[in-house]
């Protein structure tokens, strides 16, 4: 299972219900939340006791002036450096929120700034120490949406924090698989769901056999 750390910042936190909603939805087995803010001073070593046990590294943060809060800049400050040794080699995400659409954030949109300008300084820390980035989220406006939408967006996080890299569509169907085998213990009216996904797995790799063939005959 692959061991996650989140560190999460928010300069108001405690009113914050897009923070409250990455929270809970990071309460899953093989996630750590390491949340900045309730801390008044960082203890090195106890940063980097944590960044050592971890396979992959999030940082989840609302855009604050096109740029990471003050306090999780004061983090990486003082513990960038020293951690070289503990991420080298690592995986790297970023879980960002803002109030904006992120159409906004394009070519033609009203912010004139992509998500990849705004979080240059980060890929190139993460560059520096040879890290492997993976696809970004982003949570924007979230008081506008449907519960369909932050159901679907708790999934597309969760899978963030624990699904194996790269994200192929096989390792998708693997992680639905596995964690609906994990609900069926205390759900067990999921079982035909997980039966019908394991049918469909089934008929994909059929199809993905016969194209084989297909193109062998070419």
Known sequence: MTKTLV?????????????????????????????????????????????????RLILQFPLYWYSVPAKMKAWIDTIWTEAKPLLTGKEIGFAI?????????????????????????????????HMTVLPLIVLDQFMYKTETQKRRFVVDYQQLLTMPYPFSFD???????????????VKPQLAPLLTQLEENRELIQDLDEALDSLEESL
Request: with cysteine.
């Open 7 to 55: 560190i999460a910042s928010h300069p108001n936190y405690q009113h914050s219900l897009s923070q409250r909603f990455f929270a809970e939805s990071a309460k899953i087995p093989g996630v750590t939340l390491h949340f900045l803010d309730q801390l008044d001073q960082f203890i090195l070593e106890d940063e980097l006791a944590l960044l050592a046990d971890c396979d």
């Open 171 to 185: 390792q998708k169907q693997q992680w639905f698989a596995d964690r609906l085998h994990s609900l069926i213990e």
């Open 97 to 129: 929120s803002t109030g904006v659409a992120a159409k906004e954030f394009q070519l033609g949109g009203n912010e004139q700034i992509s998500f990849n300008e705004i979080l240059r300084p980060q890929l190139r820390m993460a560059q520096k120490y």
